[in-house]
């Protein structure tokens, strides 16, 4: 087993009154719906899973109908959905789709007794990622919102660091996620970027996010196409993310200021991607204003060993454990819910030109 199978019980942040239903096999059989940019990964990924596979692709293009084909021969490819939704041999559907299109497949495929593994954002609105849920505990199916960058060496190694209270208490976490394009026609940068910000942070932050502030602006297609979010969380602790489409360059650096030590996880380089500083800053007071004491501490820096597995790979392989083992994942349909929340919330104030939204 994974060391990212992690217990939900560990997690702390579920609040589920349902098990999924028992598994009756030992090989879940997933059907994928949509082979456009990012679905060719799901079905790569879950081949060679030792208890998951692709028994059928299905796209409404038949020009990726015949790109699946090409690559993967052997795996069945149709054009309507329905022949995944409702076929027998069928444990599982994954809904790698344009987002306006998730609600609608998930609920018919867990109408059908499918379990769920479905692309972020989860669904368009907070009302149909409740009733999605609430259909999948009534019919004991699991969904799992594919959140993929919780399953990354940097992520892992940055919850095991916040877990076991080696940075100390949260300052903030501060995410620059630029670059030009991929321009999308029915979401905002919003939508397609901050959901892996907005997924990490819920992850590692591990508290309910009080308020939000959001500005944001459209240039060319009429959805933003850059914007920042201002999170606010309990204890002082704050998260500042930047998504941009008309960068000049690629960027993806993350800081995480802790009390005891800083993170810097740079994603685009091979080596060294997170770096822990033991740096930091100490006041004491004395007895007036003007006796404030500021110590600067500035020890070590060092690179943790990261896992290299793909990401997707051991998440497929995540999918699979839950559906048979009876667990929760612990990106299930809340911790989809939760992101969903905080883009509404983030759409709002930027329309109100960043105005505090409470949540
Ligand atoms: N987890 C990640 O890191 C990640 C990365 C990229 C995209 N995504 C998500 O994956 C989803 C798909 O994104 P994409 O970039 O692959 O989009 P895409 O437009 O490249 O591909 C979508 C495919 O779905 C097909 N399709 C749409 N509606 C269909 C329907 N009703 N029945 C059958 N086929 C249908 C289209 O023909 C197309 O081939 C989005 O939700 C996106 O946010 C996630």
């Known amino acids: ?26 090989m879940v059989r997933v059907g994928v719906i949509g082979y456009g940019y990012w679905g060719p990964n799901i079905v790569r990924n879950l081949q060679g899973q030792k208890n998951a596979q692709t028994v059928m692709v299905c796209d409404q293009n038949p020009a990726a109908l015949a790109r699946a084909r090409k690559a993967h021969p052997s795996i069945e490819t149709v054009s309507d959905p329905l022949d995944v939704l409702r076929s027998p041999d069928i444990d599982a559907v994954a809904v790698i789709t344009p987002v306006w299109t998730h609600y609608e497949l998930a609920k018919m495929a867990l109408e059908n007794g499918k379990h769920v593994f479905i692309e972020k954002p989860f669904t368009s609105t907070s009302a149909q990622a409740e009733e999605l849920i609430e259909l999948a505990a009534r019919k004991r199916l699991t969904i799992m919102v594919d959140h993929t960058f919780l399953f990354t060496g940097a ?11 080696a940075l100390g208490d949260l300052y903030y976490y501060d995410s620059l996620r630029v670059n030009l394009g991929l321009f999308q026609h029915d979401v905002s940068v919003i939508w397609d970027l ?9 992850h590692i932050i591990r508290a309910e996010p009080e308020a939000i502030v959001a500005t944001g602006e459209k240039h060319l297609n009429g959805v933003e196409d850059v914007a920042f979010l201002t999170i606010y969380f309990p204890r002082n602790v704050i998260a500042h993310i930047n998504v941009n489409w008309l960068s000049p360059v690629k960027i993806r650096t ?18 060294e991607k997170v770096r822990v500083y033991d740096r930091g800053v100490q006041i004491t007071s004395g007895e007036g204003i003007r006796d404030l004491l500021v110590s ?19 998440e497929m392989g995540y999918f699979a454990e839950c ?8 990106n299930d349909g809340h911790a ?22 409470r949540l």
């Open 1 to 26: 087993m994974s060391d990212l199978m992690v217990d939900p019980a560990s997690i702390g942040q579920q609040a589920h009154s349902f098990r999924p239903q028992e598994s009756r096999t030992d």
């Open 155 to 165: 992520v892992r190694k940055i919850r095991e660091l916040t877990e076991s209270g």
């Open 194 to 202: 901050a959901p892996h910000d907005l997924s990490i942070m819920d």
């Open 254 to 271: 993350t800081l995480i200021g802790g009390q005891k030590k800083m993170v810097v996880w740079n994603d685009l380089v091979a080596d």
């Open 296 to 314: 600067y501490r500035s020890g070590d820096m060092w690179a943790p060993q990261l896992e290299q597995l793909e990401a997707l790979h051991v």
């Open 323 to 330: 559906i048979m083992n009876s667990k929760v994942p612990f």
């Open 336 to 357: 989809g819910l939760r992101v969903v929340r905080m883009l509404e919330a983030a759409e709002k104030s930027i329309r109100r030109k960043g105005e505090l939204i």
